[in-house]
């Protein structure tokens, strides 16, 4: 259970969010929903260590984020890369191994059998020797969850995979996500409209410069809980139409 | 081409054209590889202002007379941290700050040495001198150059990802802030050697012209290193060259080489594909032959 406590972020005089506490499920697949500037990117930053806390704490099965940080990955936006960069889809992926051979070691067989497994979990194979600009936006996003693959955490978070992607590929990435659900991986998602939210995911954080509600998504995912996050009107659309088609 | 034989012949007379040559490939080799790090992480501006700092510590180095290498890489490290520091304990951004710090460092370096004047010559250490380096000159930029090879072979993969994606670097643990000041070191290394071939003024185009060129060319780090470190080493030598044939000076001869490479790699080279594109803008009426070249291309652009 990765467990956050007291929570608080401030890049400037005012908080994103405050005394946040949120807890994310071992075997879950869990959703970080919420309008923009809501405070998502920065609660999963903040568990990766990447920007300083004001205080609070992260722990993970009694253990600090710090001696579990082999044990995480992190997909980011694809849009924060240099997609000229001379790399291709191979060794981006065999990044994956980097975290856990260390200084002064390099990839061997062991670590290109793995990459080329993962390329081929993702359907990736054909388009190894493609340099990364060369590839869809769906593809690429496969292959940065193939590098995830590679590293074989048991935290995996995932920065909006979806945005921008085909559909083939969006099924693709689910299926990975399921695959790691069911090996007892502990997996975040950040996710940016709220289709598909109640098929996606297990669990479900509502956030708006702080936690509205989290738990299973069947009990969070509700007209109040939305409308906080928001808008009423929003919510109403959403809940009437979901009725509506009966999905 | 009787005069490349005459600078054949020269080669096999005159020491000082042989250590000229030795430095020349020598610098052409480092400067092409830590460039081609230096543009992938986007921070050219940074290589040209680490390049002009270095200055005062040139200059004390003379005054004091310490190793060069000594006083350079204090000054080159400064300037870094400085810069750095400045830029994340305000909200000027990063360029600015570069402008600002490296800007008053190249101010200091031309004061201490006009105190130094003695024994120095300001014009040698602005556009380079390569006719007239030393045996320790070459020592130095041996061990520079082993320097760079060995930084570069131990942390590839570390250097490689850092440049491409510090973001997950940083959640793997790697320390992302002491490789860029490793970086910055080695870089500040290799401007000292390139000072004398091109001097301070154009050390920025020996690391950032074949690095640029070879980027042009491929699609694979590894073959960009050794790519640009052999159009390095091709510039130092044609440059010198035109240097012994026509007296000019052997700076800006090397850079005009490297610059007209990079013009070529610019017009010709796959990746970038000016002609290409232009041609097939401009004269749409040949349609066949135009979707054959692309072809031909294995789809080198999307």
Do not use: C
């Amino acid at each position: 259970m990765l467990t956050i406590k007291n929570l608080t972020v401030a890049y400037d005089e005012t908080p994103v969010f405050a005394n946040l506490d949120v807890t994310f499920q071992v075997g879950k697949i869990t959703g970080i929903i919420g309008p923009n500037g809501a405070g998502k990117s920065t609660l999963i930053k903040a568990i990766l260590g990447l920007i300083k806390t004001q205080q609070g704490t992260v722990a993970y099965n009694d253990q600090t984020m710090k001696q579990v940080q082999k044990q995480v990955a992190y997909v980011e936006q694809r849009k924060d890369l240099d997609l000229t960069f001379p790399i291709n889809v191979f060794d981006l992926v065999e990044t994956g191994t980097y975290g856990r051979l260390g200084l002064f070691r390099s990839p061997g067989a062991k670590e290109r059998a793995e990459t080329e497994q993962a390329l081929a979990q993702v359907g990736l194979s054909d388009f190894k020797k493609r340099q990364i600009g060369n590839l869809s936006g769906g593809q690429l996003q496969r292959v940065f969850v193939a590098r995830a693959i590679v590293q074989q955490a048991e935290i995996i978070i995932l920065d909006e995979p979806f945005v921008g992607i085909d559909l083939q590929s969006e099924t693709a990435i689910m299926a990975i996500l399921q695959q790691w659900r069911d090996q007892g991986k502990t997996i975040i998602v950040v996710h940016h409209d709220l289709n598909k939210v109640s098929r996606y995911f297990d669990d479900l954080v509502v956030m708006n410069h702080g936690v509205i509600d989290y738990g299973p998504t069947s009990a969070v995912y509700n007209p109040a809980n939305i409308g906080q996050a928001f808008s009423a009107d929003l919510s109403a659309v959403l809940f009437t139409e979901k009725t509506g088609v009966g999905e | 081409m009787n005069s490349l034989i005459d600078f054949i012949n020269a080669l096999g007379k005159y020491d000082f054209l042989q250590s000229a040559l030795i430095t020349a490939i020598m610098v052409g080799v480092m400067s092409g590889v830590i460039g081609s790090f230096i543009i992938l992480r986007g921070m050219s501006l940074m290589g040209d202002a680490i390049s002009h700092a270095v200055l005062p510590g040139v200059a004390v180095a003379y005054m004091f007379g310490f190793n060069i290498l000594i006083g350079a890489s204090l000054f080159g490290i400064l300037a870094a941290l400085l810069i750095g520091f400045v830029a994340s304990h305000s909200k000027i951004k990063t360029d600015t700050s570069i402008g600002v710090v490296f800007s008053a460092f190249y101010a200091l370096g031309f004061i201490l040495i006009s105190m130094a004047e003695s024994s120095t010559n300001l014009h040698h250490i602005l556009f380079g001198n390569i006719l007239a380096v030393s045996d320790s000159d070459i020592m130095t930029t041996a061990v520079v150059l082993g320097i760079v090879i060995l930084f570069v072979s131990f942390f590839y993969k570390e250097l490689l990802i850092t440049s491409f994606d510090a973001t997950y670097a940083q959640t793997y643990g790697l320390k992302v802030q002491i490789l860029h000041y490793a970086l910055m070191l080695v870089l500040t290394l290799v401007t000292v050697s390139a000072l004398q071939t091109v001097g301070i003024i154009l050390v920025v185009a020996m690391l950032i012209t074949p690095a640029a060129t070879a980027f042009l060319w491929t699609d694979k780090l590894t073959t960009m290193l050794f790519l640009a470190g052999g159009i390095g080493v091709l510039s130092s030598i044609t440059g010198l060259y035109f240097s012994y044939t026509f007296n000019w000076a052997s700076g800006p001869a090397i850079v005009l080489v490297a610059a007209g490479l990079f013009l070529i790699s610019f017009l010709l080279s796959p990746k970038q594909a000016f002609l290409r594109h232009r041609v097939k803008k401009t004269a749409p009426a040949p349609q066949a032959a135009a979707v054959e070249t692309l072809a031909t291309n294995e789809g080198g652009d999307r």
